[in-house]
């Protein structure tokens, strides 16, 4: 997004970004809505998604703790995945979210 600075009379454009942990925070809060119980429901080529693909991976996370295999997520918390009030302000939790590790 780009406007014109009236304060500069050369005409140069001031230009405004969203923070990209926030802009991810919101994306996390919309997928969160869309659990069974939640507002949104969301469809890709009509295929619904949402966070219960984020549970699963929780899940899977556990299992392979408890197998002795090292995480694929390793931030990623229980609280993070069953939200409280705190966690859905947090940044924290989305910053984990977006660590990906190809390695096992």
């Known amino acids: ?3 014109v600075n009236p304060k500069d009379p050369s005409g140069n454009p001031i230009f ?3 923070c990209p942990s926030h802009q991810l925070k919101n994306t996390i809060a919309a997928l969160y809505s869309s659990r069974p119980t939640g507002s949104k ?13 984020i549970e699963k991976i929780y899940d899977q996370e556990i299992e392979r703790a408890e ?3 090292s995480r694929k997520v390793p931030g990623l918390k229980y609280a993070f995945v069953y939200r409280d009030n705190w966690t859905r302000l947090n940044v924290k939790a989305a910053k984990i979210m977006q660590i ?5």
């Open 1 to 3: 997004m780009t406007f």
């Open 16 to 18: 405004a970004m969203i």
């Open 41 to 53: 429901k969301l469809t890709l080529e009509v295929r619904p998604f949402g966070w219960e693909t």
């Open 67 to 69: 197998t002795g295999r």
């Open 100 to 104: 990906h590790d190809c390695s096992s």
